[in-house]
């Protein structure tokens, strides 16, 4: 057998980024291509609509950092108070928190002496890890920090919302809506593709489930840009 333990590649760890830079990507691409779209079929002008679809890449993606800063730093509050009132529970009462901590074990099927033995080893090795892990459903020190998640998630945005808006530049002006609509939606189905590949499940599925919704946001904003267009 060799030294060293084998270990193996699970999609379920690529998770928690493949669902960020989907998502940014997928918010940059619908919001921006339906925002110029609804611009368009109210009858702008191309320097309009090249305005209205920069400045809505730039509010996007300001608006995902924000989000996203706010969010991942709020949940790592919480983190840190729970984890700081567990620290706080082992340093008054190991041996309570050792038989809570074999107690879990027992519910999830292992024999009661075998759970003593092995919640004993991993309160010996790190014991606030062994909590934090089993008890919380907590990694220490897992989590991206707030601001590289708001970077990666305004930069996700802005490469998605770029190419409907770069389609602008080199559609002609009667032809935009439908050059916009069908490079945005060939955007969009790539991206689920490459999305579901890298999560190793279905293609079609997650093609077709990104193409309906960005059809459906960027038709729905161009009837309501029509409407109003109609009646100034």
């Known amino acids: 057998m060799s030294a060293d333990p084998h270990r193996e590649g699970h999609v379920v760890n690529r998770i928690g ?8 990507a997928n918010d940059g691409i619908v919001s921006t291509a339906s925002l110029v779209l609804g611009v368009a079929a109210a009858n702008a002008r191309t320097t309009d609509i090249v305005i209205a679809g920069t400045a809505g890449l730039v509010a996007g993606a300001m608006s995902m ?33 050792l038989a809570e901590l074999a107690g879990i074990y027992v519910e999830r099927g292992v ?3 075998t759970a003593v033995a ?4 991993l309160m010996a ?57 069908g490079s945005s939606l060939l955007f969009l189905a790539v991206l689920g593709a490459l999305g579901a590949r890298a999560g190793d499940a279905a293609v079609w599925r997650g093609t077709c489930r990104v193409t309906f919704w960005g059809a459906f946001a960027m038709a729905v904003t161009a009837l309501i840009g029509h409407l109003i267009g109609g009646t100034m």
Do not use: K
């Open 17 to 24: 980024w493949l669902r960020a830079a989907v998502l940014g």
């Open 65 to 97: 950092a924000a989000g996203e800063y706010v969010s991942v730093s709020a949940q790592a509050d919480t983190e840190h108070a729970e984890i700081g009132r567990e620290r706080r529970e082992l340093a008054v009462d190991p041996v309570g928190e």
């Open 111 to 113: 024999d009661h002496a």
């Open 118 to 121: 092995v919640a004993t080893q």
């Open 125 to 181: 090795h790190d014991a606030l890890g062994a909590h934090a892990r089993d008890e919380l459903d907590l990694t220490v020190g897992a989590r991206a920090p707030p601001v590289q998640a708001a970077l990666a998630s305004a930069a996700s945005f802005t490469v998605g919302a770029a190419m409907p808006l770069l389609a602008v530049f080199v559609m002609p002006a009667n032809r935009l809506i439908a050059g916009v609509a």
